[in-house]
């Protein structure tokens, strides 16, 4: 019965912008990124979830602080599958590129991307479709967000090129769950790149839509993404001309120079 219940996806919101994902068949649950606990729990209780694993992106305290405390309370066997490398309390197994990560309850099967950039050891986590996951869904943490991409803390832009390239060739109708509610600053930044994409305006009328009636603007989808997110567009003309044009024609020749040149053009936009 268990393996045919169609999987939910419910965001869990936490700070002052996180989405804590928490996939569940109605009776069992795992959280990706718990930064706080707090949240975490009031969801489980009011649900009548019982809490069965726990999936880490990357290190960053907002996606890992809750997780001893979630331990604490629901118990200590509960598994904690994170990347290697980082300091993630409570981890219990390391997941590595091309993991395949077979959860029982709720069922589902998840393949593990290395995705650097954010951090160095960011992964993410990918179901495809599935007895009881009707649309491909994709876990990235803090690597892509809708229209815009992680801050390179660790890594470099060809890293974070790479990366969001893996994501671009992922089916088109995958979900993307990213774990920062930052999508409509990240579009007015984009429309700064690209004014004439008329993907990218009508998206920012469908987004502010969402916000004004409290609703998230997630998931996306890979579809959309390579439609109105310019780090996902680097090899577009109207991106490079405007990444040509803000760093005095600069000779671009790949799309890792246009991503390093438009990531330090929003980190101070």
């Known amino acids: 019965m268990d393996?045919?219940?169609?999987?939910?996806?419910?965001?869990?919101?936490?700070?002052?912008d996180n989405y804590i994902w928490c996939i569940h068949n109605g009776k069992s649950a795992l959280v990706v990124d718990p930064g706080d606990a707090v949240p975490v729990l009031e969801y489980l209780k009011q649900s009548g979830l019982r809490l069965t694993g726990i999936l880490i992106t990357h290190h960053h305290a907002d996606h890992t602080g809750g997780i001893l405390a979630l331990l604490d309370a629901l118990g200590k066997d509960i598994p904690v599958i994170g990347p290697a490398g980082s300091n993630i309390p409570g981890r219990t197994q390391i997941a590595k590129a091309d993991d395949k990560i077979e959860i029982t309850s709720p069922r589902i099967s998840l393949q593990v991307y290395e995705v650097p950039g954010h951090t160095l050891s960011h992964i993410a986590y990918f179901a495809n479709m599935q007895a009881n996951v009707v649309e491909p869904m994709l876990?990235?943490?803090?690597?892509?967000?809708?229209?815009?991409c992680g801050r390179l803390f660790e890594g470099t832009p060809t890293q974070m090129t790479q990366s969001l390239a893996k994501f671009a060739s992922l089916p088109k109708n995958t979900l993307v769950y990213c774990t920062h509610e930052y999508t409509l600053s990240n579009i007015r930044f984009a429309l700064a790149v690209e004014p004439n994409n008329v993907n990218l305006i009508s998206w920012d009328e469908q987004a502010r839509a969402l916000r004004d009636q409290g609703l998230p603007t997630l998931p996306t989808t890979v579809g959309q993404e390579l439609q109105v997110n310019p780090f996902m567009r680097c090899d577009q003309a109207e991106v490079i001309a405007a990444a040509k044009e803000i760093s005095n024609h600069a000779d671009l020749s790949t799309p890792a120079h246009v991503l390093a040149v438009i990531r330090a053009w929003k980190d101070r936009f």
Request: hydrophobic content about 45%.
């Open 139 to 148: 876990f990235c943490g803090d690597t892509l967000f809708a229209s815009g």
């Open 3 to 16: 393996k045919n219940t169609l999987l939910q996806v419910w965001p869990i919101p936490a700070f002052d």
